[in-house]
């Protein structure tokens, strides 16, 4: 302390005189004051806010404020620790900028789409949201339309959001930001095991022997399980192996004893040679794969997810676009692909809209398909770093088979990697190969682990089904008898649902563009700074005849194009459930009041619901495109006779048809289970019912019995649970799904079964095609398939030269709507910068810590250049986060996707940067 | 060299003005003061230096422990300077009691002498300034600069805004006099040169520089002890034939005022060190030290 | 004359205090100057907080003079403390402990704590070994710090490892600041040419958690700590000049990015 300020002395003098001269350590002296301050808090448990591990907190509340937070000693995930950014999980309610009142573009005390935002009241917003549903609905039907919503939102929330959407306004356009982060997995885990979601736990981590990071870096994306992962490999330095399977160097490289730097998509390609070498060493665990697996296939020329014409596309994109329907095959493709001679030439992509398609095949064929995958094509074609030696990247290879052909406990994880990819669905699913081949998955310590990035997207997006193309639990809505069993559930007179999938994130912006979709409602998502190739959708916005709803907390850039804000209460202002990444369902009771006029999502769709007669909603609805037995075509019939016979009037507002219903109203509020908590859904709903409650069981009546069993409510809130992973059988929890003795839907003697209902018939065919179309049952197992190696469409060329991954980093969340209201994780890492590899930088005349241009086809933005960052690029690729509002990573991206998913790929664009 | 004009009651008397005396007793006794002082002054640095370096005790007591800043006689008596306590006040920090009973001590011993006492007899840098101005006289240089002597009241003034200001004491920072007696006593280091940047400051700048126009603790006990210290140089106004030799043996000349010594019967001003200087000059023994009681009533 | 006098006053005294002002300025800068006291400059056992301490001391030499060892010295001019002020430096003449703290116990300013309970709760400075040039760390036999240290085995403690390439473990010597009293024997101990472990007095290093970081004591794993919001007000409110918050940000053009948009 050399500062002689004279504040300084007297605090000095007065304050730390008397701890210092005592001795005792300064922080014994502040722990003691603490104790006696803390008397008077309350604490409950809650969880994080942020990423898929989901960890357990404690919240402490002192007159009506957050005041502390701690990590949950008792929650089996976390044990107690936090990431930088969970422990300020109590501030990220106290930004300075919370929005408390709607605002809404307004001239002359009307809307208008060019007028400034003003704030309106409640009454005035929902007054011209509802103007505005209904002028699109009346015009386009329910497909003109779309909710988009969030894996951050609670369980309630998208329940409410999907029955809304789906039972009230019959439309299928819900889809959530899970798409652009899950959707690949989602599909992935469909077509293999028939179900949704993994068959693993946590636990595994303290199993394995082996840990497998594909494409994930999980030091910085899940750092609670990443210390879990640490752990595990100091235990045993020797015997433990963690591999790095990665496209550039990053912090999970310190502790690995391999790591493998790949090219982009070639991931595919080390997959094929992996699970070829399994076969090669005679390592294929032929009881557990004659017994519970067959092979699959499906067809290559999908093309990428992007639209088929160009009508839309800047000038400068339409080279990229144009790919979509006719590609040139590269001379590593068409090696893989068996077809050689077709080398340099144009393939047309016409499977793009029977992606999803596969077909049984022979074991043979199998092999036969694996064939060009050999040590030495593969290490030519997937090194991805210009200053190793294929001689190098070879022996890595190698090394990557042995590890991962093993005796022992082999566990692999990812995330955005595999699943914000074009062929994500593909990769997802030659993991699953790789450990199928072997028997080595549902089991302590061994399995394929797919992680979620978000905290909720397994508990509500994909397990409630907000999604274009699902309902509650794992049923599609193109199912006729899945249809049958949601309408009973909901008391729906049949044909109310529409079976026709909607549209999912990316084409509900494109929606917005081309006309197709004119009323859209975003909650909990800042879409138009997270979604690929933004360019487009924030003009589109601004387009005269769409009308944009932004439900959030903070301002974002997502609201500054749209054309109302309401807004919303945070975590711990509502009550509310997350489930987390190994399906472990955690709740948490409503601690502090909301700021303002903030309101819950919940609160806000009751109130519109209310806005809407069945009459408006259950006539006949024009339906383009909708082919469908029982149905007429193009258009939903009118089901309002039947629903008078179930007893409901034409005025019957949804609100009550769907949600305030007989059942549902007798969950009464004020309930023992809230200890106290406030609940302000229900008081400013003014209707007396305990609607989460309500909702929640509502819900889990899908679950029961469908082995996605989830626990009584109250049981959650339990003071001794720290949330139960499904399914809940007989109280108790599963921790590892279809293996005998862990899953209850297992029998005895099954040893596994693979019991996912869907697509567990398909028709059977060569490498090529399908020869026999009846479709063939597969009860219980599992499809262990055949995806070729393809490349992404736009490769680096020598206009733009360096290939841009986009991606997270520790210290922010998404777009840092939070984060960057947290003073210290701002301060941390104040922007976006573009990490590059020196020589890439030395050759365009830049130093670290230049400003520089970073330009696509799509857009162009400045970026801070960082040549010294924890990423480590290898020549040629450049990497972003896309948490900084002022530099627009997403302006860059292509916004190809994996056509079965429709999630995009992040990955993959093709930048220039120069000095400026 | 002008004299005083004389007054109406003075009795016209031939001038005679001091005269070395010739033989060694003689100017022993011209230098009694002097030896006296210095006597004092090397005694209480050698009380200082021999219980640190010697381990001198009483009684198993140590004899004298610590400085002239602040000391214990026989491990009982606390001894302050209260100038430096008052700095420290000043500053913004409370002393322990030890350090005011110290402080209290000095205090009422310099009260009942008079403040400046210390000047003369205790300050160690009073030697230096001393020989110095022998030097300077030796040597003929005339002062290059002239101030007021009131500039150390300003000093002190200085020194308190400042020790408010700084949080710490601002005059003990710097001060030659604690530099001085802290390292003869406990070991001379690089410090040593403020004492040297003193002396040439005496002898090349200002005549009677540092005692006589700066030194702000001689301005504080200046102000001690200004009404109440006994040793006073008592003043017999018939003897005088206003010499004025008295004048120029003053280190504080401003004192010499011949109508207040008329008037008082003693030089009052507290700038007046008891150095003895003038007593030792008079030709006509016209000054001889006395207690203030004892002058009562013109006092 | 009165008016010249009074002129010649107003000027004088404007001169004294322009003057005084110059040397005031000059003064303050020797004194921040002396103020820095380097941060191997130990104090004795009890003194108060460093600021307060060079402030408080009388420089009166008494503790110098009780310290048996003749550890202590009282700084100089342009010396490692403020001038006069006693300090000690471990790696020439550490301080020795003594139970009975003679030299806090003389002191008369306070500057010392005279009545300072337990030498082992001194907190003179903390030490701190730089693991790449410690014999022990480096995997030579040493410890000689945790075998000097008067509190051997709770200011320093051996955390002994496993070397995995040879049959030998390793001992590092660890400094727990909860424990060290900065005393510095083992830096005086310390056999590398320059020390390896070395005393620095605490502001040097100890981090601070900040108000918000709290370890939480009571939880089983150690790994609890509370982040702390009792400093946001009570009232809490967003703040907002105009009554709705984020009105301006949403009026606002759209940010970075807008070139290039085609």
């Given at each position: 302390m050399t500062s002689l300020s004279r504040r300084e002395f007297i605090k000095t003098s007065i304050a730390a005189t008397t701890a210092a001269t005592v001795g005792l350590p300064v922080t014994k002296a502040a722990l003691a004051q603490a104790k006696a301050a803390e008397a008077g808090w309350k604490w409950d448990k809650g969880v994080c806010r942020f990423c898929g591990t989901g960890c357990g907190e404690q919240i402490a509340t002192f007159n009506g404020k957050i005041v502390a937070i701690k990590g949950d000693d008792d929650a089996p995930v976390n044990r107690g620790l936090n990431c930088i950014k969970g422990y300020f999980n109590g501030r990220i309610l106290y930004g300075e900028d919370r929005l408390t009142k709607p605002l809404m573009r307004m001239k002359d005390g009307k809307f208008d789409k060019n007028g400034d935002f003003a704030p309106v009241s409640w009454e005035q917003a929902f007054d011209e949201m509802e103007r505005q549903f209904k002028r699109v609905y009346k015009e386009k039907g329910p497909a003109g339309v779309a909710m988009l919503t969030s894996g951050q939102s609670l369980i309630q929330e998208g329940y409410v959001a999907a029955k809304l959407m789906k039972a009230g306004f019959r439309s299928n356009n819900i889809d959530p930001n899970a798409r652009l982060c899950m959707a690949s997995a989602v599909v992935a885990f469909i077509q293999t095991f028939g179900i949704d979601e993994p068959a693993n736990n946590y636990s595994d981590i303290e199993q394995a022997d082996t840990m497998v990071l594909w494409g994930a870096n999980m030091a910085e994306a899940h750092p609670i399980l990443w210390s879990r992962v640490t752990d595990r490999k100091l235990s045993n330095k020797k015997d433990i192996k963690v591999i790095n399977v990665t496209t550039y160097s990053n912090m999970c490289s310190s502790i690995a004893d391999l790591e493998v730097i790949f090219k982009p998509n070639t991931d595919l390609a080390i997959l094929n040679y992996i699970n070829r070498e399994i076969i090669e060493r005679n390592a294929v665990n032929t009881d557990f794969v004659n017994k519970h697996c067959v092979f699959a296939t499906g067809p290559y020329d999908i093309g990428y997810g992007m639209r088929p014409t160009d009508k839309f596309a800047f000038e400068a994109e339409k080279d990229t676009q144009k790919k979509q329907l006719v590609n040139k095959l590269d001379k590593y493709e068409a090696i893989a692909q068996r077809r050689p001679d077709m080398a340099g030439k144009d393939i047309e992509h016409k499977a793009a809209a029977t992606a999803g398609a596969h077909w049984h095949i022979t074991f043979d064929d199998y092999k036969k398909a694996l064939e060009p995958y050999t040590l030495d094509f593969v290490a030519?074609?997937?090194?991805?770093?210009?200053?190793?030696?294929?001689?190098?990247?070879?022996?890595?290879?190698?090394?990557?088979?042995?590890?991962?052909?093993?005796?022992?406990?082999?566990?692999?994880?990812?995330?955005?990697?595999?699943?914000?990819?074009?062929?994500?669905?593909?990769?997802?699913?030659?993991?699953?190969?790789?450990?199928?081949?072997?028997?080595?998955?549902?089991?302590?310590?061994?399995?394929?682990?797919?992680?979620?990035?978000?905290?909720?997207?397994?508990?509500?997006?994909?397990?409630?089904?907000?999604?274009?193309?699902?309902?509650?639990?794992?049923?599609?809505?193109?199912?006729?008898?899945?249809?049958?069993?949601?309408?009973?559930?909901?008391?729906?007179?049949?044909?109310?649902?529409?079976?026709?999938?909607?549209?999912?994130?990316?084409?509900?912006?494109?929606?917005?563009?081309?006309?197709?979709?004119?009323?859209?409602?975003?909650?909990?998502?800042?879409?138009?700074?997270?979604?690929?190739?933004?360019?487009?959708?924030?003009?589109?916005?601004?387009?005269?005849?769409?009308?944009?709803?932004?439900?959030?907390?903070?301002?974002?850039?997502?609201?500054?194009?749209?054309?109302?804000?309401?807004?919303?209460?945070?975590?711990?202002?509502?009550?509310?459930?997350?489930?987390?990444?190994?399906?472990?369902?955690?709740?948490?009771?409503?601690?502090?009041?909301?700021?303002?006029?903030a309101r819950s999502d919940v609160w806000i769709m009751l109130q519109f619901a209310k806005r809407f007669k069945l009459k408006e909603v259950w006539g006949e609805q024009p339906l383009a495109g909708l082919k469908e037995d029982g149905y007429p075509e193009n258009k939903l019939p009118n089901v309002l006779e039947e629903a008078k016979k179930m007893g409901y009037t034409e005025d019957t507002t949804l609100y009550d048809a769907l949600f305030a219903t007989a059942a549902n109203k007798k969950v009464a509020w004020p309930d023992p289970i809230a200890k106290g908590a406030k609940n302000s859904t229900v008081d400013f709903l003014g209707d007396g019912w305990f609607v989460e409650k309500a909702l929640f069981e509502e819900y889990r009546q899908f679950t029961v019995g469908h082995q996605h069993d989830l626990a009584p409510f109250d049981k959650y809130y339990d003071d001794k649970v720290r949330g139960l992973c499904w399914p809940i059988v007989d109280g108790k929890e599963t921790h590892w799904r279809f293996s005998e003795g862990h899953d209850p839907y297992v029998k005895a003697g099954e040893g596994f079964n693979f019991y996912g209902p869907l697509m567990k018939a398909i028709p059977s065919g060569n490498l090529d095609k399908v020869t026999d179309p009846t479709p063939k049952p597969l009860p219980g197992k599992a499809k262990i398939f055949y995806r070729p190696y393809a490349a992404f469409p736009e490769q680096p060329d020598s206009n733009y030269d360096l290939l841009l991954v986009t991606g997270r980093i520790l210290e922010h969340w998404h777009t840092g709507t939070m984060t960057r209201r947290v003073p210290e994780l701002h301060k941390a890492a104040p922007t976006s910068v573009l990490c590059m590899h020196p020589a890439d930088a030395q050759k365009r005349g830049i130093k670290h810590n230049d400003v520089a241009m970073v330009e696509s086809r799509r857009g162009k933005v400045k970026m801070v250049i960082d040549t010294k960052s924890s990423n480590k690029m290898p020549k040629g690729s450049v990497f972003a986060a896309f948490f900084d509002e002022a530099v627009q990573t997403n302006q860059l991206v292509l916004d190809a996707a994996d056509p079965i998913s429709a999630e995009p790929d992040f990955k993959k664009s093709a930048v220039k940067v120069t000095k400026i | 060299m002008s004299t005083e004009p004389v007054s109406a009651s003075t009795p016209t008397r031939p001038v005679r003005h001091f005269v070395m005396p010739k033989t060694l007793s003689g100017k022993l006794y011209y230098w009694r003061f002097v030896i006296a002082r210095r006597f004092v002054q090397l005694s209480v640095l050698l009380l200082f230096f021999g219980t640190v370096h010697w381990g001198w005790k009483i009684a198993?007591?140590?004899?004298?422990?610590?400085?002239?800043?602040?000391?214990?006689?026989?491990?009982?008596?606390?001894?302050?300077?209260?100038?430096?306590?008052?700095?420290?006040?000043?500053?913004?920090?409370?002393?322990?009691?030890?350090?005011?009973?110290?402080?209290?001590?000095?205090?009422?011993?310099?009260?009942?002498?008079?403040?400046?006492?210390?000047?003369?007899?205790?300050?160690?840098?009073?030697?230096?300034t001393d020989l110095a101005n022998v030097a300077r006289e030796k040597l003929g240089v005339r002062s290059l600069i002239v101030v007021s002597h009131k500039v150390r009241y300003w000093g002190l003034l200085l020194v308190l805004l400042l020790s408010f200001l700084l949080g710490v004491a601002a005059f003990?920072?710097?001060?030659?006099?604690?530099?001085?007696?802290?390292?003869?006593?406990?070991?001379?280091?690089?410090?040593?040169?403020?004492?040297?940047?003193?002396?040439?400051?005496?002898?090349?700048?200002?005549?009677?520089?540092?005692?006589?126009?700066?030194?702000?603790?001689?301005?504080?006990?200046?102000?001690?002890?200004?009404?109440?210290?006994?040793?006073?140089?008592?003043?017999?106004?018939?003897?005088?034939?206003?010499?004025?030799?008295?004048?120029?043996?003053?280190?504080?000349?401003?004192?010499?005022?011949?109508?207040?010594?008329?008037?008082?019967?003693?030089?009052?001003?507290?700038?007046?060190?008891?150095?003895?200087?003038?007593?030792?000059?008079?030709?006509?023994?016209?000054?001889?030290?006395?207690?203030?009681?004892?002058?009562?009533?013109?006092? | 004359?009165?008016?010249?006098?009074?002129?010649?006053?107003?000027?004088?005294?404007?001169?004294?205090?322009?003057?005084?002002?110059?040397?005031?300025?000059?003064?303050?800068?020797?004194?921040?100057?002396?103020?820095?006291?380097?941060?191997?400059?130990?104090?004795?056992?009890?003194?108060?907080?460093?600021?307060?301490?060079?402030?408080?001391?009388?420089?009166?030499?008494?503790?110098?003079?009780?310290?048996?060892?003749?550890?202590?010295?009282?700084?100089?001019?342009?010396?490692?403390?403020?001038?006069?002020?006693?300090?000690?430096?471990?790696?020439?003449?550490?301080?020795?402990?003594?139970?009975?703290?003679?030299?806090?116990?003389v002191c008369p300013s306070g500057a010392l704590d005279a009545k300072f309970p337990d030498i082992e709760k001194a907190r003179m400075g903390i030490a701190v070994i730089d693991e790449e040039n410690c014999l022990s760390w480096l995997g030579l036999r040493c410890e000689i710090c945790h075998r000097v240290c008067p509190l051997s085995n709770k200011a320093i403690t051996l955390n002994i490892v496993e070397r995995g390439s040879s049959k030998h473990a390793k001992f590092e010597p660890v400094v727990h600041s909860e424990a060290c009293t900065g005393c510095g024997k083992c830096e005086k101990a310390c056999p590398t040419e320059q020390a390896a472990i070395r005393v620095l007095r605490p502001e040097f290093v100890k981090g601070k958690l900040g108000e918000h970081y709290r370890p939480a004591v009571d939880g089983h794993f150690q790994t609890q700590t509370i982040q702390n919001n009792t400093d946001i007000a009570p009232e809490y409110k967003p703040t907002h000049k105009q009554k709705a918050p984020g009105l301006e940000y949403f009026n606002q053009e759209l940010p970075e990015g807008k070139e290039g948009r085609p």
């Open positions: 030519e074609l997937a090194k991805g770093d210009p200053d190793e030696s294929v001689a190098d990247f070879k022996k890595k290879l190698q090394q990557l088979a042995d590890a991962c052909i093993t005796k022992g406990n082999l566990m692999s994880f990812w995330t955005m990697g595999m699943n914000q990819h074009v062929r994500g669905v593909w990769v997802n699913e030659l993991v699953y190969a790789m450990h199928l081949l072997q028997g080595k998955h549902g089991l302590p310590g061994n399995g394929a682990f797919s992680l979620t990035g978000q905290p909720s997207a397994c508990g509500t997006a994909r397990e409630v089904g907000t999604f274009a193309h699902r309902l509650p639990a794992d049923l599609l809505v193109d199912n006729a008898k899945h249809r049958e069993f949601t309408a009973k559930q909901w008391n729906l007179p049949a044909n109310t649902l529409n079976p026709k999938i909607g549209t999912p994130i990316m084409v509900a912006l494109r929606g917005l563009e081309d006309g197709s979709v004119n009323f859209v409602w975003t909650q909990t998502v800042n879409l138009f700074q997270s979604t690929p190739n933004s360019n487009h959708w924030l003009k589109a916005a601004r387009k005269p005849e769409n009308f944009l709803v932004v439900s959030d907390s903070y301002p974002t850039l997502s609201g500054k194009v749209a054309d109302l804000i309401l807004p919303t209460a945070m975590i711990f202002e509502k009550w509310g459930a997350y489930g987390n990444a190994e399906r472990r369902t955690q709740v948490w009771r409503q601690q502090v009041e909301a700021p303002g006029e | 198993g007591k140590p004899l004298l422990s610590g400085n002239l800043s602040a000391s214990k006689l026989l491990d009982v008596i606390p001894l302050a300077d209260p100038f430096a306590v008052l700095q420290i006040v000043c500053s913004q920090h409370w002393p322990i009691l030890e350090a005011f009973i110290g402080a209290g001590v000095v205090l009422l011993i310099y009260i009942l002498l008079g403040g400046r006492v210390f000047c003369a007899w205790v300050c160690p840098i009073n030697m230096v003990e920072w710097v001060s030659p006099i604690g530099i001085m007696h802290r390292e003869l006593i406990f070991g001379i280091g690089v410090g040593f040169v403020a004492v040297l940047g003193v002396f040439l400051f005496d002898l090349l700048i200002m005549a009677r520089g540092w005692c006589g126009h700066i030194c702000p603790l001689g301005a504080f006990w200046s102000i001690i002890g200004w009404a109440t210290g006994q040793v006073k140089v008592a003043f017999d106004n018939k003897a005088c034939t206003r010499c004025g030799d008295c004048v120029k043996a003053c280190p504080e000349p401003v004192v010499m005022n011949f109508k207040n010594l008329e008037s008082d019967g003693m030089v009052r001003a507290g700038e007046c060190t008891n150095c003895g200087k003038c007593i030792a000059v008079c030709p006509e023994n016209c000054l001889e030290f006395d207690l203030r009681v004892r002058l009562g009533k013109s006092a | 004359m009165k008016e010249i006098n009074r002129r010649q006053f107003i000027v004088r005294t404007a001169q004294m205090a322009g003057v005084a002002a110059c040397i005031g300025v000059v003064w303050q800068t020797m004194v921040r100057g002396e103020a820095r006291a380097a941060a191997n400059a130990l104090r004795p056992p009890g003194a108060l907080p460093e600021t307060d301490f060079a402030a408080q001391c009388l420089k009166c030499g008494q503790c110098v003079r009780a310290c048996p060892y003749g550890t202590l010295s009282l700084s100089s001019f342009s010396d490692v403390a403020p001038v006069g002020t006693p300090y000690f430096m471990a790696r020439n003449i550490p301080c020795e402990m003594c139970v009975d703290i003679p030299c806090a116990r």
